[in-house]
């Protein structure tokens, strides 16, 4: 083949870089006149300037690697649910960064996720379970859900409630009074639902307040007693509150149960089957008599039920009971404080839902703290059976529950038999569990409850390791594991979450002040001429001068 010249050469090749001839413009119709509309897109970071959301950073997708063998199996690959965004937001996705929203009413209410409003957060002490409880319900606060916490035993949430403006009602030997007779809002509501005309729920608002009055009578007994009263007694109890109720013109209290008992009206006498002989009577009701003497002339339960209650309970805000106060030996004072307050906490939420249901006033739900929920359970006769119907109909109740314990071997060392099989389900109920750092030994036992992958049994035991000494700070440094947690529903994978507080929340979430650094003397006293600023220098002053004056007044004298 003949060898190209370098001529055609060149011009094969200007052909090819040379810029293409325009094409003959053609005249433009009207409607090619007319600009067409300019369709502006967002670049990778959005809307570009102030106050139209451009993303400073843009988050890579996470990628993992693997072998084609075993990502082969994958196809077709599909894409993880992102994690719920219905709820209060309690901190991050420990692994993704994403935010994750959670607590029991919303996810009960708005999402469906969980079918029964409750939660049970587990986790060794210090690991931030009651933060996490107090972020709930402070978030849930302004949802419109008000948080009850029906006996604080530390207390972890006075300052949260006074911040949000509710009542903290304080109770305890010499520190308050709740009478355990007082209907509470009842018979206000009554008179409303009568002038209403719901004659019905009328009726069952009364019967609601008289049979809890009863039950917290007996309850009362069978703490004092070690033993429940007899068929009998329960029968005179019974009557003994409808004559009071017909008597009395006022709120009556345990003093005047006792004197209508003592007054053997006929009423009483006729359940008490005494055939009418008074002496009969009179040694039937002894016993009783005996009980109620000690309950309102300060035994062993001192008189804080014997007297008006100070401060009532109001069902639209939020309320603690702070019963910090009571020592933790004093077992029988703490579980009649804590059944009295479960009996006035859970009387105020029947009012207010027997007024919703009938129309005068709006639908409030309440989201129901237990914390320390192990001390309440051992505190005495009463308290699991109490719990475990709570956890049975929370949800007709219109509140959603958040129980706190420590660990699974806490439920499960209660004295019967019955009581741990109750006590366990109290975990198998739950709408949603939250696992915080635990021990390998708490895994059998907690996942017969809560089935958990060995993954997620790892990360649960690598949270409870203690924090290491941080030389540089001259500290030990945090535990890994404070303010993680593991939040599961069912069988579904868990969602590790980090906890992540603002700074206006830390001093709500402040549960060590008494561990706080401080002087072991007082502060000087600014009006003492002694301990005031300045006072030494003066105080040495004066004597000086004093001491100067006498020896003037000696040379003068020589």
């Known amino acids: 083949m003949p060898a190209i010249d370098s001529t055609r050469r060149n011009a094969a090749n200007s052909k090819l870089t040379s810029k293409p001839r325009e094409l003959a413009k053609t005249k433009q119709t009207k409607a090619d006149k007319e600009k067409k509309p300019q369709i502006r897109r967002p670049g990778p970071r959005g809307w570009l300037g102030r106050g139209r959301g451009e993303a400073t950073v843009i988050q890579p997708a996470d990628e993992w690697r693997g072998t084609t063998v075993q990502v082969c199996g994958m196809h077709p690959f599909s894409v993880g649910t992102g994690t719920p965004m219905v709820g209060v937001p309690i901190g991050l996705q420990l692994f993704t960064g994403a935010t994750v929203c959670a607590d029991p009413i919303s996810w009960f209410q708005d999402a469906g996720l969980i079918s029964n409003p409750s939660v049970f957060v587990l986790g060794l002490p ?94 009362l007994l069978t703490i004092l007693r070690k033993d429940p009263p007899s068929a009998r007694e329960e029968a005179i109890i019974d009557r003994a509150l409808t004559v009071l109720d017909d008597r009395s013109g006022g709120v009556p209290v345990l003093g005047d149960l006792l004197r209508v008992i003592q007054e053997a009206p006929q009423e009483v006498r006729a359940v008490a ?40 309970m109001m069902r639209d805000r939020p309320v603690v009971y702070d019963v910090s106060s009571i020592d933790d030996s004093d077992t029988d004072m703490q579980a009649a404080i804590l059944l009295a307050c479960w009996s006035a906490g859970f ?36 308290m699991v059976d109490r719990v475990d119907a709570l956890t049975r109909l929370n949800r007709q109740r219109g509140v959603g529950l958040a129980m706190i314990s420590h660990t699974m071997s806490d439920l499960l060392s ?60 001259g500290r030990e440094s945090d535990p890994p594991g404070r303010g993680k947690f593991l939040i599961k529903v069912g069988g579904h994978p868990g969602i590790p979450v980090k906890v992540e507080l603002i700074e206006s ?19 000087p006293d600014e009006s003492s001429p002694i301990s005031g600023r300045g006072s030494t220098d003066d105080a040495r002053h004066d004597v000086d001068g004093e001491a100067g004056r006498t020896a003037d007044e000696e040379d003068s004298a020589a």
């Open 505 to 523: 929340e830390r001093a709500i979430n402040d549960t060590n002040k008494l561990w706080h650094p401080a002087s072991s003397f007082p502060e």
């Open 126 to 219: 210090g690991l931030g379970k009651s933060t996490l409880i107090r972020r709930m319900a402070t978030g849930g606060a302004g949802f419109g859900n008000l948080p009850l916490v029906l006996g604080d035993l530390k207390p972890d949430y006075v300052d949260m409630i006074r911040a949000l403006g509710g009542q903290v009602i304080t109770l305890g030997r010499g520190r308050g009074h709740l009478n355990i007779l007082d209907p509470g809002e009842a018979t206000a509501a009554a008179e409303r639902l009568r002038l209403a005309g719901k004659e019905k729920e009328r009726q069952m608002v009364l019967a609601d307040a008289h049979g809890r009055r009863q039950t917290m009578v007996s309850a």
């Open 347 to 382: 009387g105020t939420v029947n009012i207010a839902n027997a007024l919703a249901d009938a129309g005068l006033e709006p639908r409030r739900h309440y989201l129901v703290v237990l914390d320390e929920l192990w001390r309440a359970l051992r505190a005495g006769a009463g």
């Open 273 to 312: 089957l005494d055939r009418g002989d008074l002496e009969r009577y009179k040694k039937i009701t002894e016993e009783l008599e005996a009980s109620l003497i000690s309950l309102t002339s300060g035994g062993r339960l001192g008189e804080t039920f014997a007297h008006p209650t100070d401060v009532p």
């Open 414 to 473: 209660l004295p019967s038999e019955s009581d741990r099989m109750k006590a366990r389900g109290f975990v198998e109920r739950s709408g949603m569990v939250i696992a915080g750092g635990l021990p390998g030994a708490e895994m059998p036992m907690l996942t017969s409850a809560v089935p958990l992958s060995r993954a997620e049994q790892e990360l649960l035991t690598s949270w409870q390791d203690p924090g290491t000494w941080d030389t540089g700070l």
